[in-house]
């Protein structure tokens, strides 16, 4: 009775082989690997552009903040920027680099400028399932008649 059980081509009642399991178990764990590999690739590019983007939005409020209103100065009326030679200056500015104003806010005194840039983010493995918009933010404000370095 046992040697008709072992015959080759003959499996047992109820059992199956599992020939091929592993070969399915590694496919599914590899397209898993790949996928996280892409993410974190993708994040860190987005990170990156993000970085940059305010970078270029601090230099570009920077750049505006140099634009002084001559005729408010020598009016005795205090300092403040030109707000349309802000605009101007930080428009151009980014121009340099490929990227556009998004917003440019100006206090009430007129002596903080904050310059908004909004760039698209396109990710290198994930496509257009990833894309997305990036924001960058910066600020400077005027400081005139420093004497000495501020300490905390």
Known sequence: MLSRLRRPGLRPAGRRSDRGAVALFVAICAAYLVLVIAL???????LRVAERTDAYAQEAARVGGQQLDQAAVLQGKGFKVQQDYVRQAAAAYLRLYGLQVDDVVFSDEGKVVTVTVRTDYRPVLLGALGQRKVTGKGSATLVHGVKKAETD
């Not at 974190?40 to 987005?46: F, M, N, S, Y």
Request: hydrophobic content about 45%; proline content about 0%.
């Open 40 to 46: 974190v690739i993708d994040a860190g590019g987005r």
